[in-house]
């Protein structure tokens, strides 16, 4: 068997541009990935918060939970058992004599609906059970620890261990699955989404040599010898509140496990760390941005489809980041699927984030035209699903899923992590293997948002290119047909609204849709009584796709929104030749 060349689409060490981590160092030989590993994606927080559940409350004495967060939610239900709250399970696993330990962004003032407090209250409760669990303020100035992963080691039978990583906060908001009718303890979320905001989101499962470099980004942090927070202010007020501030010795890192049977992913892990000011991480003095360089490498393969979700998709230099490949690739297509609406209300909020997305959504539909497919989702009654995820999959050959965003901040000021993954069978001109990993992420999610069964996704990308487009539009015109909304960028109506008299879906756009045809016959009873009353709306079509324009930002808009921008929302965290962080 033939196997691909990975240095193609991953960093190498000297590429990652750090050469102060020791990431690598396990495999002796400078090899910047691990091969022998099997990748499985867990599409919405509740089978992952299920699965999680499961594998904690089997931890005994002398393994190691290990976990970093941007949020964590202590009374966060990880099962519809009540008492399986996030600090329930955690706590009750330190009592066990797990080694415990967490990472949590300490955040802003709680007041401005921040989670400080929530995660102070967290870690004491893991602290008196013999765990510890810190709030780690290690940060830019308005940056936040972005990362989101768990790593569980067994003392006694490293092939069980397993790694977590992707976009799913161990927080409110998070726990929907595949129905989106979203999480009954719901996250804040601007009133568009309703009261239980569905929620679209990925995470991944890693077994094998890979859960080492996942580890290895946990101790890195952890070991560090800045001080969790060089504040005084903050520093005054954790010692009033007589906060924990003193990671204690995690003991020997244990060698990676071995690779697992049939394993045939080759993953690599990468981070990005800002500079800080006025003392560096010793793992990342010069920081790290090996998500960014990672993920240009891999989109400069790409030949035929990049298909991309993503929570924001701001900045001009994310919009030349595609838009470079698509000028050079006339056959390339993007597909990008997006939140429809800002996850907060008010201008000072909405209109920068749209201010972002125009700038990135111009350029690449610029180089790309009619190349270039937004889509944004919404569930069966219509309300808006907000998409959470940071995933992308390049060629069915590869794919990522994290932490970060294509944005500047992800790219540069706020800490992430992403687990990037080539299937190494086969070679590079030849059809990815039907059970690797990017293509079975891709066939996953399409399916969803087409309402279809996974064998129905077309595998030639430039007819799944289609599909989506196709089903889209019939969902657009069954909405309001299609109108623009030049403010936000939606065709048509956002809710379900819809007008009493409607065309049938064209044939000549059913055809592309996966199962239309089926589905049409199963409702043909029921279609041709609404059309011979005439008084009643078509059924809906199939799919959660609702297509994407730029939105439209006003002059007056224009003068203030891209200050707001810079500064707050997307803020650049490279430094300015001369200046520190």
């Not at 091969?35 to 004495?61: C, D, K, Q």
């Not at 401005?112 to 765990?131: K, P, T, W």
């Not at 879906?505 to 009353?533: C, D």
């Not at 059924?539 to 003068?559: T, V, Y």
Request: overall charge negative.
């Amino acid at each position: 068997m033939s196997f691909v060349d990975v240095s193609a689409w991953l960093l190498t060490n000297r590429e990652r541009e750090n050469p102060h981590t020791r990431i690598d160092d396990v495999r002796g030989d400078g090899t910047a990935w691990s091969s022998g590993n099997t990748v499985r994606a867990i599409v919405h927080g509740r089978p992952y918060f299920e699965e999680l559940h499961e594998r904690i409350i089997g931890l005994g004495p002398g393994d190691r939970l290990y976990f970093a967060d941007w949020r964590g939610d202590p009374d966060e239900q990880l099962t519809d058992d009540p008492g399986s709250t996030l600090n329930a399970t955690l706590v009750a696993a330190a009592k066990r004599g797990v080694d415990v330990r967490g990472l949590l962004w300490r955040s802003h003032w709680h007041r401005l609906g921040f989670s400080a407090h929530r995660h102070r209250y967290l870690g004491d409760e893991i602290g008196e059970a013999g765990g510890q669990c810190l709030r780690d303020m290690r940060v830019r100035t308005r940056g936040a620890h972005h990362q989101k992963f768990v790593v569980i080691r067994h003392t006694e039978d490293p092939t069980r261990d397993i790694a977590y990583l992707g976009g799913i906060d161990l927080c409110h908001g998070r726990r929907d699955d595949h129905t989106h009718d979203g999480d009954p303890q719901p996250a804040e979320l601007a009133s568009a989404y309703g009261p239980t905001p569905p929620w679209h989101d990925v995470q991944v499962a890693i077994r094998g040599p890979a859960v080492h470099d996942v580890e290895t980004t946990f101790r890195e942090r952890w070991e560090d010898s800045t001080p969790l927070t060089l504040n005084p202010g903050r520093l005054i007020s954790s010692l009033v509140h007589r906060e924990d501030l003193s990671p204690e010795p995690l003991g020997a890192q244990a060698p990676p496990p071995p690779p697992q049977p049939d394993g045939h992913d080759v993953v690599q892990i990468i981070r990005t760390f800002p500079v800080i000011s006025p003392t560096g991480f010793d793992f990342a003095p010069e920081g790290e941005r090996s998500v960014m360089l990672g993920n240009t490498k891999a989109i400069a393969q790409a030949d035929q489809l990049i298909y991309v979700e993503d929570q924001y998709l701001w900045s001009d230099d994310v919009g030349e980041h595609f838009a470079t490949v698509l000028r050079e690739k006339p056959e390339l297509r993007l597909v990008v699927v997006l939140p429809m609406v800002p996850d907060l209300e008010g201008a000072l909020a909405e209109v920068p984030q749209r201010y972002g997305r125009s700038l990135a959504m111009r350029t690449i539909i610029e180089a790309g035209g009619d190349r270039v497919a937004v889509f944004g989702l919404c569930n069966e009654t219509g309300l808006p699903i907000y998409v959470h995820s940071k995933t992308c999959v390049i060629d069915h050959r590869w794919a990522s899923v994290g932490s970060d965003n294509f944005n500047r901040r992800s790219w540069t000021s706020d800490s992430e992590i992403a687990c990037t993954v080539v299937d190494e069978r086969g070679d590079l001109d030849e059809t990815a293997p039907q059970d690797s990993f990017p293509r079975v992420l891709l066939r996953t999610l399409v399916a969803e948002h087409l309402s279809c069964d996974a064998d129905d996704v077309p595998e030639d990308p430039h007819e799944l290119f289609d599909a989506m487009v196709a089903s889209a539009d019939a969902l657009d015109e069954w909405y309001d047909r299609g109108v623009p909304d030049k403010k936000s960028g939606i065709r048509g109506a956002l809710t379900g609204r819809v007008p009493h008299r409607i065309a049938p879906v064209p044939k000549s756009v059913a055809r592309h849709i996966p199962g239309h045809r089926r589905r049409r016959q199963g409702v043909a009873a029921r279609t041709e009584a609404v059309s011979m009353r005439g008084s009643e709306p078509a059924p809906r079509p199939p799919g959660r796709l609702r297509r994407l324009d730029p939105p439209e930002l006003s002059a007056a808009q224009l003068r203030w929104a891209p200050r707001l921008y810079d500064l707050l929302f997307d803020p650049d965290g490279r430094p300015r030749p001369g200046a520190g962080a």
